[in-house]
């Protein structure tokens, strides 16, 4: 079997250079991936098409497809059969044995291109085959102009060629052949959906993660990143970037305006990625805001929190709703691990500024200490994506506790804020409130023989540094989760 595959039409009109460039690229790309296949299958191509030759009888070719499928760059994938020629009246059968079922109620055209000396004109083997598929079909008719069925069949030399289906590709551009970025990735629909739509335009994607919430949420992203990365992106290496960003989030809190917290976080992450992205040669960084989607991503906000870095930053999400946002993640795969993935809510101001001003969002900077930034991205660690699984450590387990025991103290890990507008009350139980941002350091001053549940309201960042804490050893942390 063969595949003829050609590119994407933006590939297709570009000047000679650059396409001879592009399409280089996509074979390299095609070859890297189909080797892991099958080494045996042959990857040619010219300036506007790329050939791959299947080997028979190893039941490849279903496998190929989905592969090249997957691959950026590619506009179709036509499978075609190849046989030795023989005479009209065998193509004109083997004509009919591929297209006979696909021909019932249908009008068709067969078109036939010849290359090399022969002693018959193309017109001549249309008129045998078309005929012959009639007389073996339930076809509707023929339609030279418009047919709902094209049997293409190319004639070269001493063999002659059957294209069968065709199946549709990505589009876009070859990975590899445009620059790299570094692409925030949370594991949400949004920054997965950004990061596909990067790769699909060419872009090399390095992977930033901010770990706000401890092990589980960066478990849960490393899942997401590795299946991206494995079906749309693995023609080329790429590094999965954790920053621990608790003690940043712990500062903002500690020192900014509330009304300010979203945007300066934003900020912080932002001068973050461009230190990061100028070390692993990323021209840019992506995100994935949405015009007005939450507070943060209002136009002047955007605004504000760009003007922390010089880099470019990319949204390929600006003007998309949230509904279109989750059917693409759906198409590519990522919407089951958006929708299991922890949600960080911990840094939520009741009436965040929706039009902040830069001299004052700068102000309430200067009071944080630099140093705590410089801190968390010196203590990033860096992996290869391809190894991201292999080196996930599973989250612990963590108990939930609906009714407590008399003695156990309770911890209320929300904000400040969140307490006293809602504040948590238990007849019979200590409650102790430390904010998740301080839980670290002062667990380890509580005494050692009491059973701890950690609470908040939605139970995500609870359960999270539950599990983080139990991985370090503190097995009397548990959750405390009423009943609703």
């Known amino acids: 079997m063969k595949l003829l595959i ?11 250079p650059v396409r001879r460039q592009q399409m280089r690229h996509l074979r390299q790309n095609i070859r890297k991936l189909l080797a892991r296949l099958d080494p045996g299958i042959r990857v040619e191509g010219s300036w506007d098409r790329v050939d791959v030759e299947v080997p028979d009888g190893l039941g490849l070719s279903g496998p190929a497809i989905d592969v090249i499928a997957r691959i950026p760059g590619i506009s179709t994938i036509q499978e075609i059969a190849v046989f030795p020629f023989i005479s009209l009246e065998d193509v004109a059968e083997k004509a009919v044995e591929a297209f006979a079922e696909r021909l019932n109620g249908k009008t068709f055209a067969v078109r036939v291109r010849r290359q090399g000396e022969h002693s ?7 008129r045998m085959a078309g005929s012959a598929l009639m007389q073996a079909s339930a076809a509707s008719g023929v339609d030279l102009k418009s047919p709902q069925v094209e049997v293409r069949i190319e004639v070269h030399g001493d063999q002659f060629h059957i294209a069968h289906r065709k199946h549709r590709g990505l589009g876009g551009y070859p990975l590899g052949s445009v620059e790299n970025v570094l692409t925030l990735i949370s594991g949400g629909y949004d920054s997965s959906v950004a990061a596909y739509l990067m790769m699909r335009r060419g872009l090399r994607n390095h992977f930033l993660f901010f770990n706000l919430g401890g092990i589980a949420h960066e478990v849960g992203v490393r899942q997401v990143v590795h299946y991206l990365w494995d079906r749309y992106g693995a023609s080329h290496n790429a590094k999965f970037i954790s920053v621990p960003f608790e003690g940043v989030v712990a500062e903002i809190m500690r020192s900014v305006n509330h009304r300010h917290w979203g945007v300066v976080l934003k900020r912080q992450m932002l001068m973050a990625a461009a230190e990061i992205a100028r070390k692993n040669n990323a021209c840019g960084i992506v995100t994935g805001d949405a015009v007005a989607q939450v507070s943060s991503q209002t136009l002047s906000n955007l605004n504000v929190v760009d003007r922390a870095s010089d880099e470019v930053v990319l949204r390929p999400l600006v003007s998309m709703d949230k509904e279109a946002i989750i059917s693409m993640a759906r198409d590519i795969g990522t919407e089951v691990y958006a929708r299991n993935m922890p949600e960080y809510c911990g840094v939520i101001s009741q009436k965040p500024a929706t039009r902040a001003k830069l001299h004052r969002v700068e102000a309430d ?13 010196e203590a990033r660690e860096e992996t290869p994506v391809h190894r991201l699984l292999e080196t996930t450590v599973t989250p612990e387990e963590v108990e939930l506790v609906q009714t407590p025991s008399v003695d156990d103290v309770i911890i209320d890990v929300r904000h400040p804020s969140e307490g006293e507008q809602s504040p948590l009350t238990l007849t019979n139980n200590e409650i102790l409130r430390i904010p998740f941002y301080e839980l670290n350091q002062q667990l380890l001053a509580l005494p050692k023989n009491r059973q701890y549940l950690l609470y908040c309201d939605r139970g995500t960042m609870s359960r999270m540094h539950a599990g983080h804490l139990k991985a370090e050893g503190h097995a009397n942390v548990k959750v405390y989760a009423p009943a609703a």
């Open 6 to 16: 050609r590119p994407a039409q933006e590939v297709a009109i570009k000047s000679k």
């Open 120 to 126: 018959f004109r193309s017109i001549d083997l249309e």
């Open 365 to 377: 900077e200067a009071l944080m200490d630099a140093n705590v930034l410089a801190n968390a991205i």
